[in-house]
Every structure is written in C-alpha cells, then in structure tokens.
C-alpha cells in the first residue's frame, strides 16, 4: 500500500489522485470527505479543537507540537480511499448504506459498497482491490531537509505562523504553498478475511536516532546496537545525548502554538523550538512527548 500510495500518476502521487479523499472538518465540527483533483495541491486535514485529533499541527493524543531541528513545523494530513469514503457516507451522512454491509474484507463487502457508490453517487470505485483504506501522514517543508530528492514530495497549502517577542507564542498569520517532504506515515487498512484493520508505519530513514536495544545476529549471538547522535538528523542535534529526548515543547491552542509551560517556566529552555527525539521502543503503556 505504502508503495502504491507513493507512485507516481498523471503527475503526482496516487496519494494526491482522485482514489483518495481528504478527511476535513466541516464547520459543524464533523468529519467531511473531499476528493483529491488531479493537478491540484495536496490537501491537508484541517484541525480541530478535540484533544485527540490529529490536524495540520497538532499531534494526537494531547495536540502536541513537534518542530525539526530546522525549526520546521511538522504538519499532518488525514485521509481515506474511495472505498472507506463511500462506506463511511453510506452509514453517517448520504443515503442509507445496508447496516449489514460490514467494512469491507471480502468481495461480497466490496461489491456492496461499489454497487452502492455508482447507484447513490452515480460514482465509480477507482481501486477496489485495496479494500478500505486510511491515512495519516506528516510532513516538514521541503526547503529544510538535507536533499529533497531523497523524499517524497507533495505541494500543499500550509498555515504560517508568527512568533511573539519571547518565542514562546506562534499566532497563525495566513497560509502559503510549500513543497513538503514526507518524513511519517502510518497506513491503516482491512485485508482478504479479516475483519480488524492492520497497520504499519514509516518514517524517514533520517528522522532521528535510535536509542540503545538488543539484537541477536546471524551467529545467534545477542548484540547490543549503542545510541549515536554522530550524524545529523532531523529531529536531533548532532551530538546531543537521549537523557531529555522526547520533551514536549510546544502544543497547539485554536489557531496558536505555544511553549509548554512548567512550575510557570517552559519546560524547554527558549520557548518554542526544535527539540530533541529518539526512536525508542516503548514498554506497555508508556507515552513519550514526541513522535514523528
């Protein structure tokens, strides 16, 4: 899926072709479903106020706000397939898809949901094959990262923003058309017989460093691969340690960005700005401050 959502087609990516809707709050603050057009700029999912949402922002789970090391924002877009558009309109908001009609796993699902998009919208499912599909994807501007052409690449509109004296309030003053690089995206999806979706996520191969784990290798001998910051990523300074990786900084508030704020001080010396993080593997239960 990563790979076919990443090829290119009628010059873009399939991502930003017609086989795929950009997930948008309305203005009764409900979800809305827009489809992509050939040739135009890739859309990004509008935030919303809810905690949980992921948005052009703010990170799921608390609206956190993760910058690079280039001080670029990272921004997220949420999409679907036409085939979970469809479902989804089906059950919530257009006509009445059958109750019974489950996500769709097999080709007896599938064709419920065709029959219904070309009978309730008069519309044809581009892609059936990849069942229902969804999307969530971040981005850094392009303009920052090492070399462009080592990623992949969508234009897009973008919010901008402007900082206070202190640094530590960003007011959102317009938006502008950037070209963004991919640096994380997580595809979540029902395959052949299997009613629980299945996922997978993929980063930048220079997002950010790994800290200490444990491997055993092709002797069957168990190896320790040590944390290194010698090289420069995107989400580390180069030669920085892990202690005090993975801090948030920064979290979104209505169309702000402002400094996390502890015992009446920002948590992160400066106000807002590009903190550190490492990929670590997490136990049960444990949350870290950044992710990409």
Request: net charge negative; with cysteine; charged share 15%.
């Amino acid at each position: 899926m990563f790979l076919w959502l990443t090829s290119p087609e009628d010059g873009g990516l399939v991502l930003e072709g017609p086989a795929i809707f950009t997930v948008s709050p309305a203005s009764d603050n409900k979800r809305s479903l827009i489809p992509n057009t050939t040739g135009a700029n890739f859309r990004m999912a509008l935030r919303t106020r809810k905690a949980d949402d992921v948005g052009e922002f703010g990170q799921a789970g608390g609206n956190g706000v993760l910058l690079s090391q280039q001080n670029a924002l990272v921004d997220y877009g949420i999409a679907v397939n036409d085939v979970y558009a469809y479902f989804l309109s089906g059950q919530k908001s257009g006509p009445p898809l059958s109750a019974e009609t489950a996500f769709p796993r097999n080709a007896t699902d599938l064709q419920a949901v065709v029959d219904y998009a070309r009978s309730a919208y008069s519309a044809t499912i581009l892609a059936p094959e990849t069942l229902a599909i969804e999307l969530k994807t971040s981005w850094v501007d392009a303009s920052t990262v090492g070399d462009p052409a080592s990623f992949v690449t969508v234009n897009a509109e973008v919010p901008v923003f402007s900082a206070n004296a202190d640094n530590t309030e960003w007011t959102q003053s317009g938006t502008a058309i950037k070209q963004l690089a991919l640096v994380g995206f997580h595809v979540v999806g029902t395959v052949q017989d299997h009613p629980e979706f299945v996922w997978a996520t993929f980063e930048h191969v220079n997002n950010a460093p790994d800290d200490d784990y444990y491997y055993t290798n092709d002797q069957n001998q168990v190896v320790k691969h040590s944390y290194s910051s010698a090289e420069g990523v995107a989400f580390m300074a180069k030669g920085d340690s892990q202690v005090g990786a993975n801090t948030e900084c920064a979290k979104a508030d209505g169309a702000r960005i402002v400094a996390v704020t502890k015992d009446g001080a920002t948590a992160c010396d400066g106000g807002i700005f590009g903190s550190n993080t490492v990929r670590s593997q997490l136990a049960a239960g444990d949350v870290r401050g950044n992710y990409i």
